[in-house]
Nanobody, 121 residues
Framework: QVQLVESGGGLVQAGGSLRLSCTAS??????VGWFRQAPGKEREFVAH????????YHANSVKGRFAISRDNAENSVSLQMNSLKPEDTAVYSC??????????????WGWGKGTLVTVSS
């Protein structure tokens, strides 16, 4: 059984950077996605990466600012977040892709508990 644990969240000023990690225990993970959920809003897609490292997809709202990567030796996936904005404030969660659209949360399983990112203005 695979368990995902997110880390790296915190409080940062607008324009700052954070690096989130999603580490898997139990067995090697395949393709992984990052999603976020802000208070009072639905969960939304952030980024996805294939198990080989390519292709990778990013939501339009974070393209050019966020970058997903993976380290298969460490069985982890990272999300580098630069030029953060207050609207990036959310709980960020990772999950394992099971097939279908990479943008749809219903196609993922094994969700971690998430890590909170707060961006102050």
């Amino acid at each position: 059984q695979v368990q995902l644990v997110e880390s790296g969240g915190g409080l940062v000023q607008a324009g700052g950077s954070l690096r989130l990690s999603c580490t898997a225990s139990g067995r090697a993970v395949r393709s992984v996605g990052w999603f976020r959920q802000a208070p009072g809003k639905e969960r939304e897609f952030v980024a996805h990466i294939h198990w080989s490292g390519s292709p990778a997809y990013h939501a339009n709202s974070v393209k050019g600012r966020f970058a997903i990567s993976r380290d298969n030796a460490e069985n982890s996936v990272s999300l580098q977040m630069n030029s953060l904005k207050p609207e990036d404030t959310a709980v960020y969660s990772c999950a394992i892709y099971s097939g279908g659209s990479v943008y749809d949360a219903i196609n993922y399983w094994g969700w971690g508990k998430g890590t909170l990112v707060t961006v102050s203005s």
